[in-house]
């Protein structure tokens, strides 16, 4: 009797010795308290090594035998850095996690892949309901931002959802509301999110600039990075329905679905099909374009690629990388001018064709004399969108010519060459030969290269040297001339250079200095200062990449006196201090007369983008506005109450407030920024900031923090109406803002301001109509009776009720009527970018 019992545990046993698992004591717990905090470090009760290279370190398990999800800290490669993640696991019957040999962790989510932290960081789920992760220095990297919301636990659920709960269990926040790159069955990615790849497995940080995929009012569409960004694939919505709702798509088993939120979603407008899995699948943005779903069977594997079916390896934008030609089974070639030839573009990598091809000459716009086009038969691209329509091939080949920024001329037409489709590209990605009788159509592509001047002729070099001797001879008259004021300049020079050096050893003793970075360093990670974002009030913008692989933005300051004022100004304001919504100052570099201030990268660019009807790149749902909008309080109320000393930013505008990949935004650009000890009220100062954003009391030149709080509500007026302050395309008595601010509350007409290019903020109308209160409360003539940041804070969270006894007289004659004479503190109206392209 006892031989049947013997062989079912024997059996067992064998079935669960297949797994060998690392973890001590195996849990199955997949919520967490308030007052909660876990570190980094093995002494988490899940700590393991896998095979790969991988390492995670789980504080919440949700369920027990078969892949699962699991969240917490995880890393891969050197371990040197970590995320703070959601990723799928192997378990087994008694909730451990085991280390099959092919079940490797697999990432769907993260909090801080552009800040990774090291061993050590802290995560806590604070007393007050937010989820904060610091890294080992006590900066916070990453946070919910739930502070006060009645949060009263951390639950991690089937599905993978990481959620923040309340009392009567309804969500507070979640991490399907801020997707990264990957969607798990059952998520919904809805407009005004977007999944970004990352540079790779082993690099987290956001492929910035180059692919995304979103949904928009007119259906899901995927992006290429550019100016403007290019679609390479799309659904368009497939029925004229009436219906205004916010579109999402949907992750299925066996479908990606995309529905209208409405009364009735059951029914999808478009459907991807998905093959149909008993076990755990995702779906990720990879970064190379593709669209992959990830199946376990016994071992993860792909089982769809959803975008293929459409486009083919050659039809994505990287499949031979920039300005490379696609032919075959994903031949890669570079284009050539055939008769006669001449090889403008050679291969990045000569190993890896797929790498595309750079120019050999890249092109100027000096002189377009210079320049030709490689013209190419059966060439066609992957985007179909028309810059202009109904012309003939010469028409888009000069319209081409005529802007500088035009890499070629793309024209489609039919039977007939005098009419078709042209598109010009600012970046040109990977071309492909068709087949005029399968995509019925001819496509030609004209690619704009730069000539190389020839030597002078033979005749033109002996009438040259006719004229030589009369040269010589006006110019030895000039010489012993030249040589005194040569002498006078090298004194000039020598003297500045020793000024310089003395100054530069100075600067390593200021006070906040952060790190410092070599100017080799810093002219290798911008690759010679090649890709410039923007213009500051100071300097240009550069993008660069740190040899860890982060991104950066950095800044090279312009000017003579100027340059060290507006350098330490920043250096000293936000050297020493970390807030989740100022932006981070990685570093500087001081040399010789130079200086460089280096930044954390933000994906999304500067608030301008986004705010300003016929300017922005897309509209900004009502619920990202209002996160941003807390997002500015928050780092405000920072600055004027948390820090050491008191610390006036005074100049709060859209350019200065940069948004990261998940539109989380940052305070910026600390130039003119003024530091005064917590016992002084008010400072006195030379009028500094951007006209329009200017407080009344500047005409006092006596100021205080409200100066900001006044920035603040002209900034928060214009992202609820969706305009400039300013704005000479309205009509003339509405060009200025205040003016119909004061109307509107006169006439009992706030809903009338609303932005009418946004269709979800009309929805919110009344409570978009509280926040213009918000904004008239910071807008106060008299700067007493303007709430401090603190104040706005709380009632942007509910805390507290706007002021009711309001001044409804926002128009100030002797401040919008004057002429700014900008003085070296003050700075015009530029796009202080530290961000991704415009």
């Not at 996690?97 to 090291?118: K, L, M």
């Not at 100022?582 to 010789?592: H, N």
């Not at 807008?779 to 706005?792: I, W």
Request: proline share 4%.
């Amino acid at each position: 009797m006892r031989a049947p019992w013997i062989c079912y545990c024997f059996g067992l046993f064998l079935i669960l010795s297949c797994y060998s698992t690392t973890a001590q004591t195996p849990f199955d717990y997949p919520t967490a308290n308030l007052s909660t905090t876990w570190k980094n470090t093995e002494s988490l009760p899940h700590s393991i090594n896998f095979t790969d290279g991988s390492r995670i370190r789980a504080i919440l398990l949700r369920g027990s035998f078969g892949p699962k999800f699991a969240c917490g800290f995880y890393c891969n490669g050197t371990c040197i850095n970590y995320l703070f993640a959601v990723f799928i696991v192997q378990t087994n019957s008694g909730g451990g996690i085991v280390q099959p040999s092919i079940g490797f962790p697999q990432v769907v989510w993260s909090a801080n892949r552009d800040n990774p932290v090291s061993y050590g960081a802290m995560l806590n789920l604070t007393a007050s309901g937010e989820l904060v992760l610091q890294d080992v220095d006590g900066s916070t990297v990453w946070t919910t931002n739930t502070n006060g919301k009645s949060v009263a636990g951390l639950n991690l659920t089937d599905d993978g959802n990481l959620m923040l709960f309340d009392d009567s269990s309804s969500m507070v926040w979640q991490s399907f509301d801020y997707p990264t790159d990957c969607l798990v069955p059952g998520q919904r990615l809805f407009q005004g999110q977007q999944l970004i790849p990352s540079v790779s497995s082993t690099n987290w940080t956001t492929q910035k600039g180059l692919f995304s995929l979103q949904v928009t009012d007119k259906g899901l569409f995927a992006y290429v990075g550019a100016n403007p960004p290019q679609v390479y694939y799309s659904i368009s919505v497939s029925r004229n329905d009436t219906n205004k709702g916010r579109r999402y798509v949907r992750f299925l088993n066996g479908s990606l679905s995309l529905f209208i939120l409405s009364d009735n979603p059951s029914e999808p407008d478009a459907v991807i099909s998905i093959p149909q899995s008993s076990s755990a699948q995702y779906m990720k943005l990879m970064p190379d374009g593709h669209l992959r779903v990830f199946e376990w069977q016994s071992g993860w594997l792909v089982v769809a690629d959803l975008l293929n079916d459409f486009l083919g390896e050659c039809n994505y934008p990287m499949a031979c990388g920039r300005n490379g030609l696609c032919s075959g089974n994903q031949q890669c070639s570079c284009p050539v001018l055939s008769s006669p030839r001449i090889d403008y573009f050679r291969p990045v990598n000569d190993r890896q064709p797929n790498m595309g091809c750079s120019e050999i000459t890249p092109i100027t716009c000096n002189d377009i004399r210079d320049q030709t086009f490689i013209s190419l038969e059966n060439v066609g691209y992957f985007n179909s969108i028309a810059d202009m329509e109904k012309v003939d091939i010469e028409t888009c080949k000069q319209a081409c010519v005529n802007n500088c920024s035009c890499k070629a001329a793309l024209f489609r037409y039919g039977s007939d060459s005098s009419s078709g489709d042209c598109y010009l590209p600012f970046e040109l990605f990977t071309m492909m030969n068709v087949d005029p009788n399968v995509i019925h159509r001819n496509a030609s592509a004209f690619i704009k290269v730069q000539n190389v001047r020839s030597p002078p002729s033979a005749s033109t070099s002996r009438s040259s040297q006719s004229n030589l001797g009369v040269i010589l001879a006006s110019t030895i008259g000039s010489v012993f001339f030249l040589l005194g004021v040569f002498g006078f300049l090298f004194y000039i020079i020598r003297k500045r250079r020793q000024d310089a050096q003395m100054e530069e050893e100075s600067i390593g003793e200021v006070p906040g200095m952060s790190n410092r970075f070599s100017y080799e360093e810093v002219k290798t990670a911008t690759e010679n200062f090649n890709k410039k974002l923007g213009e500051g009030g100071f300097g240009a913008v550069f993008e660069g990449t740190l040899k860890d692989g982060s991104k950066i933005a950095v800044k090279c300051l312009e000017g003579l006196g100027q340059v060290n004022k507006s350098f330490l100004a920043e250096v000293e304001s936000i050297g020493s201090i970390h807030h989740v919504n100022l932006v981070r100052l990685r570093g500087f570099c001081a040399w010789k007369s130079q200086r460089f201030l280096v930044y954390e990268f933000m994906s999304n660019g500067s608030l301008d983008r986004w705010i300003y009807h016929g300017d922005r790149e897309r509209v900004l749902e009502w619920n990202c506005r209002k996160k941003i909008i807390l997002d500015v309080a928050k780092g405000l109320a920072y600055l004027h109450e948390d820090c050491r000393q008191k610390i006036i930013h005074l100049d709060i505008k859209p350019q200065n407030i940069l948004l990261d990949s998940d539109f989380n935004a940052k305070v910026s650009d600390f130039g003119l920024s003024k530091l005064i000890d917590r016992n002084q009220s008010q400072v006195m100062t030379t009028m500094r900031g951007t006209p329009g954003y200017l407080a009344p009391e500047w005409l006092s030149s006596v100021i205080t923090e409200k100066v900001d709080v006044y920035s603040f509500g002209i900034v928060l007026l214009e992202m609820l109406c969706g305009r400039k302050n300013f704005d000479r395309s309205q009509p003339e008595e509405s060009w200025h803002l205040l003016s119909v601010l004061q109307k509107h509350w006169e006439h009992g007409m706030l809903l009338d301001m609303i932005d009418k290019y946004s269709e979800d903020m009309q929805t919110h109308g009344l409570e978009v109509v509280e926040m213009i209160k918000v904004a008239s409360w910071c807008l106060q003539y008299d700067y007493t009776k303007r709430p401090s940041m603190s104040t706005v804070v709380k009632v942007l969270e509910g805390v507290m009720k706007v002021e009711s006894s309001l001044d409804y007289n926002f128009t100030h004659p002797k401040l919008q009527n004057t002429v700014f004479e900008y003085d070296k503190d003050m700075t015009p109206l530029l796009a202080s970018v530290l961000s991704g392209p415009r």
